[in-house]
């Protein structure tokens, strides 16, 4: 695994970012930016630090299966549901294409 501390927030970096984004940024923007990360990723060195071997999980709500049995049921006829349809071809409805 890659330490967070090996990541160089250079230039070309910022640049890299930019590019992804779509954005361009001024000078003090690109400064602020590396200053940002930086922030960002010497927290997750932090974190990197932490041993979380015995820590557990914790979760807001309990995992229960809200699954049901299938049960088959009547339906709709199946020429009521097709009766307002704009077009149709037999029993099916038909629309106009939409991906090439």
Known sequence: MRSV???????????YLENLSCLTLSQDE?????????KII???AQLEKLDTKDAGQSRPYDFVNAFREDEIKPSFEREL????????????????????
């Open 81 to 100: 549901i097709l009766k307002n349809a704009p077009d149709r071809s037999e029993t099916m409805f038909c629309a106009p294409k939409t991906i090439e």
């Open 42 to 44: 010497g927290n997750m």
């Open 30 to 38: 690109k400064k602020r930016m590396a200053g940002d990360l930086e």
């Open 5 to 15: 501390n090996a990541v160089q927030f250079d230039e070309k970096f910022i640049a």
